[in-house]
């Protein structure tokens, strides 16, 4: 999370915009369209000026900032993988573990054990 608010440090206000409406929305299901409809400019054009602001597209950022929100879940409940998958936004656990283990290079019951271990 801390990585995702220092892309955001040099960011303009249209960026910054897309990251409050994620904080705001990331457990709902979220399309391109919706989020540029929200901050009222073209979905191109959303996509163009978060990238250059940020290195990533709105569609990458949602989904660290998910994960990011995941690993506070593994971390700091008992959730189960799919509760925790759907309280983030996903409808499909399966995928989840996919984009969990993309962005952390663990599934999210490995995440979870070796943060335990690594605590005591």
């Not at 000026?49 to 660290?64: A, E, I, K, M, S």
């Not at 409940?77 to 996903?90: C, D, H």
């Amino acid at each position: 999370e801390d990585l995702l608010r220092l892309r955001l440090g040099r960011a303009g206000d249209l960026s910054r915009a897309l990251a409050a409406y994620v904080a705001d929305h990331y457990a709902a299901p979220l399309s391109r369209e919706e989020i540029s409809a929200a901050l009222k400019v073209s979905p191109n054009y959303l996509s163009r000026v978060f990238r250059r602001d940020t290195g990533l597209t709105p569609w990458q950022y949602l989904n660290q900032y998910r994960m990011a929100q995941a690993q506070k879940l593994l971390i700091g409940t008992g959730l189960s993988v799919t509760e925790v998958a759907q309280q983030v936004g996903f409808n499909d656990p399966a995928y989840f573990v996919r984009v969990f283990h993309k962005e952390t290079g663990k599934a999210p019951l490995q995440y979870r054990l070796q943060y335990r271990k690594s605590a005591k």
